[in-house]
C-alpha cells in the first residue's frame, strides 16, 4: 500500500509517495536522496540515522514515513545557514571528531538535539540527583551514548561538543 | 587542540580535507550514488549449517509485484573462482555454514526484495554439523610456517626459579564496522562497474576480473569513501559476488546490494576466538629463559586462515628458549578474517597479562620486569631491530601517567565503594611494507593532481598523501588535489595491515622525484609522471612499531562493574606525518582495545552454529560512556630503516596491549585474575583472589 506524504527536508517542500512500510530513512535516502542520514543498523541501536524531527533528535530508521506528513526534518547537511556551516560542523572538524565519517552526520545531530534538551533542563543519569543538568564531560558521555562510533572518535567527540555548549 | 594549524606540510597537523563534506554528510558512500532505476536485492540464507540444497521454490517470490529476478545455484552465472571458496556463490547446491547465502532476489524496491526473499522455499538434506573450539580436539592441525622452536623450552621451564603457565582465551569478535558492506554492480552487458565498500579497490578489481572471466578493462571499481573496515573490508566476500550475479541476471540496471547489520555477523568474517597456553620461566631476577604460546584458533572447513595471536611473542623479549606453535580447527563455520590487528590483538592480551603475572609472582615492577628483558636484536630471527623504542616508550608512559609511586599490592585501593587499581601492558605491530603501488603526478591548470588507487577508510589518506605529494614536490599542500579511491587510478596496495600510508608513500614520493626530473620545477601544463613505489621493506632489519599502555581501572565493589576512568598510550611509529589524524587512529585503536577488553563477544549456539549475538543490543562495543580521558602521545622516532617515508604504520598498534593493560589494572584492583575476555562482573563476583 502507498500513501502520499508532504514533509519539509532541510528548509525545503517534497511530497512523495511511500509504501506504508518504509521507514524515514529509506524515504530520504532511497526515495529523496537525501544520503547525509545514514543506515548503520536499521534497528534503532546506532544512531547513524539521527535527524532532527521537528527540532528532536529522532532516529529515523524507527519512524515510518507514513507518520511523518507534515513535519519538519533536518539532516547535518541542512544545519547551519547556506554557505555557513553549523558550528558544530566546524568544530568536528577542528578537533577531529571523526575518521571514517560515516556515523558523523548522526552524531552531530544528535549532538544539535541534546544541546536543546540540556538548555530545556532535561536531566539524565548523569545529572546529579536534584541538580540542574550542568554541560560538563560526563554530561556529554552519557547523552552521546546511543551514537556508537567504531573508529571511536568519542573523546573527540566530547571535546567537539564542549566547545560548542560552551560557547552558547 | 595544542598543535597549531599549520600550512600542511609534512609533519604538520593539518585538517581532513574531507572533513567538509563527512560532516555534511555529503562525501559518497557505495550505496548512496544516484542511479537510474535501480533494483535492489535481498539474499535469502540457508537455515541450516551443513548439507545440501535440494530445491529452492521460487514461485511465490516472483509473483511478488516488483520482483525481477531469483537467483539460486539452478540459474546463477557460472564464476572461476580457484583457490576463493568462500567466493563459490551460489555456484553448486553445498551448504558450508548456517547463513549462506542460497538464494537472492532482485526486485524493483527494497521493501518487495525483502518480502519476496522470506517468500523463498529452500529444502535442505541436513548433515551432522560441528563448530566447536577446543584445545582437546583431536582433529586440530598444524598450518604451514606457523611454528617456531628455539632452545628447550621444557627443560628451561623445569630449571626455572618462576615459572608462569596458563591458559588465556579471547572471544570470536565480528569487525562491525558503522558503515555495513555494500555495492551497487552495474553490468551494461560488457562491462561492470562497482560502487563498493572496500579497503582495497584493486584487490576487487583483480579479484571480480578474474572470477567472472572478464579482461580488466571491463571491470571499474570506485571506493573514494569507506565508512571504517578494520580488516572486514580488506579481501573480498560473498555480498559483492552476489551483487555481481544479480546485476548480470538484470543487465542494464544497477543492482544495490545493503549488507544488513544482522548479516554483518555471518557474512563478511569474524576474527576467531583464542585460546593460548602460555608459558614463561625465568630467573629470581626476572630475566626471562623462556617464552612459549601454544595458539589454538578456528577456521572454517572449506577454507584456511589463521590467527596469528603467537607472532608477537617471537620477538617481544629476550629469552634464549622459546616455542611458538599454531594449531587450527577446520569448523563448519564462515572464515575468519582480518580484523584490526590480526594476531597481534590477541598476541598481546594473552603474553602481557603473563608477564604482569610474573611480576607479580617475583614482585618486580612490570615495566622493570620488561626493562630487563629488552633484547639486542630480533630474538626470533636474530636481524637487526630497524629500531627498538619499547623503553623509551614505557619510560615516557611512566612519567606522564605517574607510574613511579605506584603500590604494587592487589586488592587494596577503595574509594566511594569502588576498588581502584593501575596497570600497564606493552603494544607492538609490525612495520608491514606492501609491494606494488604505483603513483602518477600531472600537472594540471596550475596545479599538482595526485593519483592513485588508495583508499580513505578513516585513516586520513585523502590528506595525508597529499601532505606526502607536496613535500616530495617541494609545493605547499594547496598546490596538490587528491585522487583516490578508483581502480582506474594507477595501481595501489590495500588499506590494511597499517601499511598504507607508507606503501603509498613510496610510491608518491617516486613519482614526485621522477616527475621533476623529467619535467623540472616548471613543468608545462599536461606534464605527467608514473612511478612505482618501493617492492618491499628491506630484508636485514626487523622493522615494529612499539608501545606502552597505561590504565586505570575501577570495579564497583558490590556489584562488580568495570569502568576504565583513565588510558595512556605512549606509541613509537616511526615519522608522524600528521598529528591530528595520527592522534585520532591511536586513540580510535585504544577506544577498540577498551571495547575488546570488557565488551566485545560474539556467542556462537553449537546446537545451531549460528552467532547468536547478532545486533548491537547483545554484540556490545564501546559507547561513549566507557570511554572515560584517553590520551595517545609518541616519541617521534622517524625510521628511515623501516622504509623510505621514515613512517611506521598507525592504524593498529593502538589495539594492541590495550586490553592486557586493562586486565593488569582489573587485577591490581580487585586480586582477581582475569586470563578470558571480555571481563564482565562475574569475572570480579565469582572469581577468586590471589
Ligand atoms: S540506523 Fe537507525 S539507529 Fe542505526
Ligand atoms: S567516524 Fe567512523 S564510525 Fe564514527
Known amino acids: 500500500m502507498e500513501t502520499e506524504i508532504k514533509l519539509r527536508i532541510n528548509g525545503e517542500r517534497y511530497s512523495l509517495r511511500v509504501d506504508t512500510r518504509t521507514t524515514l530513512l529509506d524515504a530520504l535516502r532511497e526515495g529523496l536522496g537525501v544520503t547525509s542520514t545514514k543506515k548503520g543498523c536499521d534497528h534503532g541501536q ?112 566530547v571535546s567537539a561538543i564542549r566547545e560548542v555548549g560552551g560557547r552558547a | 587542540m595544542t598543535q597549531a594549524i599549520a600550512t600542511g606540510d609534512a609533519g604538520s597537523a593539518m585538517r581532513r580535507v574531507d572533513g567538509p563534506d563527512k560532516v555534511r554528510g555529503t562525501a559518497r558512500y557505495a ?40 537467483l539460486s545455484h539452478t540459474n546463477a552465472t557460472r ?89 588465556y582465551s579471547t572471544p570470536m569478535q565480528h569487525n562491525n564496522p558503522m558503515e555495513p558492506h555494500a555495492t551497487i554492480a552495474l553490468w551494461d552487458g560488457t562491462s561492470l562497474i562497482l560502487h563498493e565498500s ?62 544488513t547489520r544482522r548479516q554483518m555477523f555471518t557474512l563478511v568474517g569474524y576474527r576467531s576466538p583464542t585460546l593460548q597456553r602460555v608459558r614463561l620461566a625465568a630467573d629470581a631476577q626476572g630475566r626471562l629463559s623462556a617464552v612459549g604460546d601454544d595458539v589454538t584458533a578456528q577456521s572454517a572447513r572449506f577454507t584456511q586462515f589463521v590467527e596469528r595471536a603467537g607472532d608477537p611473542s617471537r620477538m617481544m623479549y629476550a629469552a634464549p628458549n622459546r616455542r611458538i606453535t599454531h594449531r587450527l580447527a577446520a569448523l563448519d563455520t564462515n572464515a575468519p578474517t582480518w580484523m584490526r590487528a590480526p594476531g597481534e590483538a590477541p598476541g598481546m592480551f594473552a603474553p602481557e597479562v603473563a608477564m604482569d603475572e610474573l611480576a607479580c609472582a617475583l614482585d618486580i615492577d612490570p615495566v622493570e620486569l620488561r626493562l630487563r628483558n629488552e633484547p639486542e636484536v630480533d630474538p626470533g630471527t636474530h636481524k637487526p631491530f630497524s629500531s627498538r623504542t619499547l623503553a623509551e616508550c614505557m619510560r615516557e608512559g611512566s612519567r606522564l601517567f605517574g607510574w613511579a609511586d605506584r603500590d604494587p599490592a592487589p586488592g587494596v585501593r ?82 590494511g595491515g597499517s601499511s598504507g600510508t607508507v606503501s603509498w608513500g613510496t610510491a608518491i614520493t617516486a613519482a614526485a622525484r621522477a616527475f621533476r626530473e623529467e619535467h623540472g620545477d616548471t613543468p608545462a601544463p599536461g606534464a605527467r609522471t608514473t612511478a612505482r613505489g618501493s617492492d618491499g621493506a628491506d630484508e636485514n632489519y626487523s622493522a615494529h612499531s612499539f608501545g606502552a599502555q597505561f590504565a586505570e581501572v575501577h570495579v564497583h565493589a558490590d556489584t562488580g562493574e568495570v569502568r576504565v576512568p583513565r588510558l595512556l598510550g605512549v606509541f613509537s611509529a616511526g615519522r608522524i606525518i600528521n598529528p591530528l589524524t595520527a592522534r ?86 580487585t586480586g582477581v585474575r582475569v586470563r578470558d575476555l571480555p571481563i564482565t562482573v562475574d569475572a570480579y563476583l565469582l572469581g577468586s583472589r590471589g
Not at chain 2, 571480480?208 to 572471466?213: E, R
Open chain 1, 46 to 157: 546506532c544512531g547513524s540515522c539521527t535527524v532532527l524531527l521537528d527540532g528532536r533528535r529522532t532516529l529515523s530508521c524507527l519512524t515510518l514515513a507514513v507518520t511523518t506528513d507534515d513535519t519538519e526534518i533536518v539532516t547535518a547537511e541542512g544545519l547551519g545557514g547556506d554557505n555557513e556551516p553549523h558550528p558544530l560542523h566546524r568544530a568536528f572538524i577542528d578537533n577531529d571528531a571523526f575518521q571514517c565519517g560515516y556515523c558523523t552526520p548522526g552524531q552531530i545531530c544528535s549532538a544539535a538535539g541534546m544541546l536543546t534538551e540540556l538548555d530545556a533542563g532535561h536531566p539524565s543519569a548523569a545529572t546529579p540527583q536534584g541538580s540542574e543538568p550542568r554541560l560538563d564531560d560526563d554530561e556529554i558521555r552519557e547523552r552521546m551514548s546511543g551514537n556508537l562510533c567504531r573508529c571511536g572518535a568519542y573523546s573527540h567527540i
Open chain 2, 31 to 70: 550505496f548512496e550514488y544516484p542511479m537510474k532505476e535501480p533494483a535492489y536485492l535481498h539474499l535469502v540464507q540457508s537455515t541450516i549449517t551443513r548439507g545440501r540444497v535440494r530445491a529452492v521454490h521460487d514461485g511465490a517470490a516472483l509473483a511478488v509485484q516488483g520482483v525481477l529476478a531469483v
Open chain 2, 79 to 167: 564464476i572461476d573462482p580457484g583457490d576463493e571458496t568462500e567466493l563459490a556463490v551460489l555456484q553448486s547446491d553445498g551448504v558450508a555454514y548456517r547463513g549462506q547465502p542460497v538464494a537472492a532476489v532482485v526486485a524493483k524496491t527494497p521493501e518487495a526484495a525483502r518480502e519476496a526473499a522470506a517468500l523463498v522455499g529452500v529444502d535442505y538434506d541436513v548433515y551432522q554439523h560441528d563448530v566447536h573450539l577446543s584445545a582437546a580436539r583431536t582433529d586440530l592441525f598444524a598450518p604451514d610456517d606457523t611454528d617456531t622452536h628455539q632452545g628447550d623450552l621444557e627443560a628451561a621451564m623445569a630449571e626455572a626459579d618462576t615459572v608462569i603457565d596458563h591458559v
Open chain 2, 198 to 259: 572496500t579497503q582495497a579497490v584493486r584487490m576487487v578489481h583483480t579479484t571480480i576480473a578474474s572470477l567472472f572471466g572478464l579482461e580488466r578493462d571491463r571491470v571499474r571499481v570506485i571506493a573514494p569513501y569507506v565508512g571504517g573496515g578494520f580488516g572486514a573490508k580488506g579481501p573480498l566476500h560473498a555480498p559483492v559476488v552476489l551483487a555481481c550475479l544479480a546485476a548480470m541476471a538484470v543487465p542494464g540496471r544497477p543492482v544495490k546490494l545493503a549488507v
Open chain 2, 414 to 495: 577503595r574509594h566511594d565503594g569502588w576498588l581502584v587499581g593501575t596497570g600497564m601492558a606493552a603494544s607492538t605491530y609490525p612495520a608491514l611494507l606492501m609491494p606494488g603501488s604505483s603513483a602518477e603526478i600531472r600537472f594540471e591548470k596550475g596545479r599538482y593532481e595526485l593519483r592513485i588507487g588508495a583508499s580513505d577508510i578513516g585513516t586520513g589518506a585523502w590528506t595525508v598523501l597529499g601532505q606526502l605529494a607536496a613535500e616530495a614536490l617541494g609545493v605547499g599542500v594547496d598546490a596538490v588535489r587528491v585522487h583516490i579511491g578508483d581502480s582506474t587510478l594507477p595501481a595501489a596496495s590495500l588499506a
Open chain 2, 584 to 669: 585520532s587512529q591511536f586513540i580510535g585503536g585504544m577506544t577498540m582495545g577498551v571495547s575488546m577488553a570488557l565488551h566485545e563477544h560474539s556467542v556462537v549456539d553449537p546446537r545451531f552454529g549460528h552467532v547468536v549475538t547478532q545486533d548491537f543490543a547483545d554484540y556490545h562495543i564501546s559507547v561513549n560512556a566507557d570511554i572515560g580521558e584517553i590520551r595517545a602521545e609518541w616519541i617521534d622516532t622517524p625510521d628511515y630503516r623501516a622504509n623510505p617515508t621514515g613512517a611506521k604504520g598507525i592504524g593498529e598498534i593502538g589495539i594492541t596491549g590495550t586490553a592486557a593493560a586493562v586486565a593488569n589494572a582489573f587485577h591490581h584492583a
